[in-house]
């Protein structure tokens, strides 16, 4: 396993603003990051609000993100998904429209794209190359908000495309890790893999202990206040799942059991056929209007 934490400079000393949403409709939490030396900023993993049963779109918490932005006068330079959500729709198009700046993701997302292309029997013209974003990251890409340098750091096994993004004390695990008490996110999806997950949670571990962890999901296990931060210390000591020196194997058959039992996830349709298209919907028919497809016994 490659080890990014001997190949890059580590700036702890850089300690970025950090600003975070927290969606209460599908536990989701959207950050603005920004350089404390400029203007320039990153949305990481926007919501889109859908009342699914009414297929009603809106934009309540894009929208709170764009006044953020907008009333501390900042720069938006990118919009990163640190992977395609199965629980919650993509607003990065919106935002972009907006405030400009480009949307990023793992490169693996081609993987993504070419299983669920398959499951939602898209035709000919839903391409499989990843070419809906702006950028596509190879694992140890680097790339700048303002004057800080950021890394991602390719960590699969909740999805194939999952990126971890590191810049200066602060790193952004999407769903690599979840809070101490809450664990690991399922390992079950197409593509998914508890073993990668296992490495790829030890790739994020060999950060500096005292790097600021942000997660994309809290659920607020045991009926505790909802949290989205820790550290690296805390996760290595504390984490139910991987924390204390857990191994693999352990790991393994745990997370293996344990999604045997969980439901799909409620927004899983909607939100894969909007964030495997970057956030876009699906293309409208000759009359305009646009659907969902409910593809039966697929997933
Ligand atoms: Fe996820």
């Known amino acids: 396993m490659k080890d990014l934490a001997d190949d890059f400079a580590f700036d702890t ?19 603005v990051v920004k350089d404390p030396t400029s203007t320039a900023c990153a949305v990481i993993d926007s919501v889109m609000d859908i009342d699914y049963a009414a297929g009603r779109i809106t934009y309540e918490q894009a929208d709170a993100i764009i006044a953020f932005i907008e009333e501390n006068g900042l720069d938006l330079e990118w919009l990163i998904e640190t992977h395609v959500h199965a629980d919650h729709l993509s607003a990065a198009p919106y935002i972009q429209q907006r405030l400009g700046g480009r949307i990023g993701i793992g490169e693996h997302i081609t993987t993504v794209q070419e299983t669920f292309g398959k499951i939602f029997n898209e035709g000919t013209e839903f391409q499989r190359d990843g070419s809906q974003f702006d950028a596509l990251f190879k694992d ?3 790339y700048q908000i303002g004057n800080m340098t950021v890394i991602a750091m390719h960590t699969p096994g909740h999805t194939p495309a999952c990126m971890t993004h590191v810049v200066g004390d602060t790193g952004f695990v999407g769903d690599t890790l ?15 893999d508890a073993g990668e997950l296992y490495d790829s949670i030890q790739k994020v571990l060999a950060l500096p202990d005292e790097t600021r962890l942000f997660m994309c999901h809290d659920y607020g296990p045991n009926g505790r206040d909802i949290q989205w931060q820790t550290s690296v210390a805390a996760e290595k000591a504390h984490n139910i799942h991987v924390g204390g020196g857990k191994t693999k194997a352990e790991f393994v058959a745990y997370r293996t059991e344990r999604d045997a039992g969980l439901a799909v996830p409620r927004l899983i349709i909607p939100s894969l056929q909007v964030n495997m298209r970057a956030g876009e919907m699906p293309p409208a028919d000759d009359a305009g209007d646009v659907f969902f497809k409910v593809p039966i016994n697929k997933l």
């Open 13 to 31: 000393d850089l300690k970025p603003e950090v600003q975070a949403f927290f969606d209460d409709a599908t536990n989701t939490i959207s950050y």
């Open 140 to 142: 140890g890409d680097t």
């Open 178 to 192: 979840f809070m101490p008490d809450g664990g690991s996110a399922r390992a079950d999806f197409p593509g998914g």
